[in-house]
C-alpha cells in the first residue's frame, strides 16, 4: 500500500472522470454478468489528456517491482480503468484474478482509491491471501499493487458510489 502519489486536485480530476463513466464493464473483456459483475467504467490513454497520470504510476510500479516483486515487466498494454460502483444497483465485483489482457500476460494489478470513504458504504477491496480475505483500508489516494493471479473482489456498495483507478502491468510470459 502506497499512499500520496497523486495530490487531491488530480484525485478529484481522476474521480470526476470516473463518476462520469457509462460503458457497462465486462466479465473477462467480452461479456456483460451482472452477477458478477456491477459497474461502469471509461478507459483512458497516455494522451495529452491523461500522460501525466500513466508517468506516475509508471515510476512508483517501477520501484515496487524492483523492491518487492522483481517480475520481468514491459509496461502498461491496456488503458487505464477508471470504475464506478453505485448503490443504486448494488456495484460489485465477485472473485476473480486479472489473468488475460490484450497481449503479454497480466503480471502486476494496481488499484487506487479515488472516493472518500465517507461517501459511499460497502464497496470493500479484499484480496484472498493465505486462504483468508483481507480488506483494503478505505482511504482516498491509497494504491494498491498486488500480483494479478491474486483473487480479489469489491465487494456490494450499499450506499453513495465508489470510483477507483485500475490499471495493469504486463510483460513476457512467465517461465
Request: aromatic fraction near 12%.
Amino acid at each position: 500500500w502506497w499512499r500520496d502519489v497523486f495530490s487531491s486536485e488530480e484525485l478529484d480530476k481522476l474521480q470526476e472522470a470516473a463518476a462520469k463513466a457509462t460503458q457497462e464493464a465486462k466479465v473477462g473483456g467480452e461479456i456483460i454478468e451482472t452477477s458478477i459483475r456491477r459497474s461502469k467504467v471509461k478507459f483512458i490513454f497516455p494522451d495529452k489528456e491523461w500522460g501525466w497520470v500513466f508517468k506516475k504510476l509508471a515510476d512508483l510500479i517501477a520501484r515496487v517491482n524492483v523492491d518487492y516483486y522483481g517480475f520481468d515487466i514491459t509496461g502498461f498494454e491496456e488503458g487505464i480503468q477508471l470504475t464506478s460502483y453505485e448503490a443504486t444497483d448494488s456495484g460489485t465485483y465477485g472473485w476473480h484474478q486479472d489473468f488475460g489482457g490484450n497481449g503479454s500476460p497480466r503480471k502486476l494489478s494496481l488499484v487506487l482509491q479515488l472516493s472518500n470513504p465517507s461517501e459511499y458504504e460497502g464497496g470493500e477491496l479484499e484480496l484472498l491471501v493465505s486462504k483468508h480475505p483481507i480488506s483494503v483500508e478505505k482511504e482516498r489516494g491509497r494504491v494498491t499493487i498486488f500480483p494479478s493471479w491474486t483473487l480479489h473482489q469489491v465487494t456490494p456498495v450499499t450506499k453513495g458510489n465508489r470510483q477507483s483507478l485500475v490499471v495493469w502491468v504486463s510483460g513476457p510470459e512467465f517461465k
